[in-house]
């Protein structure tokens, strides 16, 4: 039996003053007796927010980071200070930074492989653009950035991701893919990893959802055979975010 996990992608979103205010608020709204929960706060807010949820079991963590221990990288960050920060989880590969900041597959692979090396879980992301489903290339698309993103990696390390499948049209725009079109690709998604690696592994590795999902829809979506949590965007930073939690 998978866990379920619910991440909360903040974004580029919450000064640290806000930051601790908001992880303040659903510090007590939020059930984690039987669900994963997560605060993926920009770079600036790790610190304050570990200081909020510390004693809770509610994990920080976050949104990028880059390949390197340390050196002459100006602006970047390495797992190395997120780790010894407190970060448990960092998101590897969200569409945002592979369209805004030129990440290839072959980056995100190398980011999950140092984040693995940092006893971190990675959140990979992948997702279609609204024109590869319409050219009904979704599932190949994915396929691809999953081997890719699963390069080099051994069965061991691979149960240690977790994946999430974020449809590029359902993110920030307020249209969800339907429980069943995020259900078949999850399922698809769970099938590409048994054939690299084997149906144990596969059933082991958590996959989310992401894409508009909401306190009135995440029941639903969370129904579903292969779909193991949310990466949730725009109701992470509302109270909402409990709803989806206690869904
Ligand atoms: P929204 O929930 O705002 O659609 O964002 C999804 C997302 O990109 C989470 O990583």
Redesign the pocket.
Known sequence: MRKKIIAG?W?MNKTPAEAVELAKTLINKVNTNTVDVVFCVPYIDIIPVCDVLKGSNISVGAQNVYFEESGAYTGEISPLMLKNAGVKYV?VG???RREYFNETDDIVNKKVKKVLEHNMTPIL?CGETLKQREMGITMEHIKMQIKKGFYGLNSNDAEKIIV?Y?PIW?????KTATSEQAQEVCAGIRQSLSEIYSNETAQKIRIQY?????GKNAAEILSMNDIDGG??????LKEEFADIVNY
């Open positions: 992608n974004k998101i969200h569409s945002e992301c999430a974020e359902a993110i920030g725009t307020g992401g894409g508009s999902v909401n990466l949730v965007g725009g109701a992470s």
